[in-house]
């Protein structure tokens, strides 16, 4: 029994999905937890065997620009510095960790000359409508500037979608990320995105509304599941047609530098393609031809979760890396909170989320940083070591 067969869902009214595995993002704290956690289960030295998982500690500077609005705009509480202290630590396992990122924050970005070589390469992890949160990290980065202009040059910068429900602006990033892309590849950079669950989702609200949709655990709709799944309304009443256009037209997965990278840590991808090319196109013709209940079925195997945990989980990677190349999978989708079991540390208190979070015999890199449940959103430049 693979862990998402295992995954619990809420109480759900009639007109929603009643098969676990149909649920995203379950609310804070209604996520399985093992009964029996294995031996050391967490943050201790035993956790090997679950791959010598560890966190990336991601240190990103004050900003020396007191007027920089865009900053400004994030006014989350940040953990008192005593629990803090509490916090899992590194985990203390294979060679030491080097910080990938450098302590300042790179801004203006230097700009390349022609015929250099691409640029260093982004990943962000999932946005969930939480506009400022992302102009901040991007910021913070030096990938944009303080308007929120594309400020890197020939960086290479991907998302791994799921860019809209739960956060309050999931048009406003959705906005961003395709005016990105126009500047990126004005600059000789690129901005791209992979589509994860929540936008076929999104474009299957919007496409086919309340009509009944056959799950493999009876009737459900693209609304009702999208309502449950935090989808907002504003979302839906500002969707356009060129954002849908756009969406439709996503990757589901990409290969950069050795690393593949997909939204979601499943290897449904295989039941699309044996290479990138025929999954990416199986989406796509799916979504441009094909009906309700094919866009549902592609949605539920997207939504699927923990592949590359526990002990098969390396089997797992290796088994996308040998149909579609690379060394590392990347990956959004599964808040690393809840890959790493830590989000009942104390009762109103955030998840600590140090960076991205490496495991799966270092095979994986985990990107989620749970925006949605006080976490935080990821920017990572890769490779990480
Ligand atoms: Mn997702």
Known sequence: MTPEDRFPGPELPDSGPHHPQDLDVLPYGSYYEPPEPPPGYGYDSTYSGYGGARFLEQHW???SHPDDRTVQMVHREQPPAAVQHEDPPTIELGPPLTPPLPEEVHFPYPQPTPGEAPGPLYVVGDVHGYLDELRAALHQQGLIDADGHWSAGRSRLWFLGDFTDRGPDGIGVIDL????????????????ALMGNHELLFLGAARYGDEPVQSTA??????????????????????????????????????????LLLHSDTTAYLEYGESIAEVNDAVHHLLADEGADEWW?????????????????????????????????????????????????EEGVPPHVPGPYIYA????????????????????????N
């Open 361 to 384: 015999d270092e095979l994986a890199i985990a990107m989620d940083g749970g925006v949605t449940m006080e976490g935080r959103l990821l920017v990572a430049r890769l490779p990480l």
């Open 61 to 63: 500077p004050t900003l």
């Open 297 to 345: 079925d592609c949605f539920r195997r997207f939504t699927k979760r923990f592949a590359f945990r526990g002990q098969a989980g390396p089997t797992a990677v290796h088994e996308l890396l040998g149909a579609y190349g690379g060394r590392r999978v990347v990956h959004g989708h599964s808040p690393i909170p809840y890959l790493t079991g830590s989000t009942h540390a």
């Open 218 to 259: 009876g009737t459900a709709s693209f609304l009702a599941a999208w309502r449950l799944n935090g989808g907002q309304q504003q979302d839906l009443e500002r969707l356009e047609t060129h954002h849908i256009s756009w969406l439709s037209r996503l990757p589901a997965i990409a290969l950069e530098d050795d690393h």
């Open 177 to 192: 990320v395709m005016q990105l892309a126009a500047e990126a590849a004005a600059a000789g950079g690129y901005c791209r």
